[in-house]
């Protein structure tokens, strides 16, 4: 049997490989090939059925999840736009943050500059 993420083969004593998923494992691995999209994620969609009824019995690397669910993963990958919430609103939150330093920081000049003419 092979890893349903990087189709290498796994070893049934291999401590790094998760043989058994729980259901919300498998649901939330399901949700993030819906969105990703790629091969990986195909490749698991067209077996999502069987998946989910227990039919097909998935196996992967530990390591191979993380990395497909990492959103900091699929943000930095580039290869297509993501579109996640929680990526989305991360997005938000610095640039709010970011530009929040900037006001500031042109405050603090202001400030020090009607210092300086005092």
Request: proline share 3%.
């Amino acid at each position: 049997m092979e890893c349903i993420i990087c189709e290498k083969q796994v070893n049934n004593a291999d401590k790094s490989v998760v043989h058994k998923p729980r259901p919300q494992g498998l649901i939330s691995l399901l949700s993030y090939a819906e969105k990703r999209q790629d091969k990986a994620g195909k490749r698991i969609l067209q077996q999502k059925d069987g998946i989910l009824s227990g039919n097909v019995k998935v196996k992967f690397h530990y390591n191979c999840r993380k990395s497909y669910t990492s959103l900091q993963n699929i943000v930095y990958s580039g290869r297509r736009k993501v579109n996640f919430p929680e990526v989305i609103n991360q997005r938000l939150l610095v640039k709010s943050f970011r530009l929040i330093l900037e006001l500031c920081a042109s405050f603090a000049i202001k400030v020090e500059q009607r210092k300086n003419k005092i």
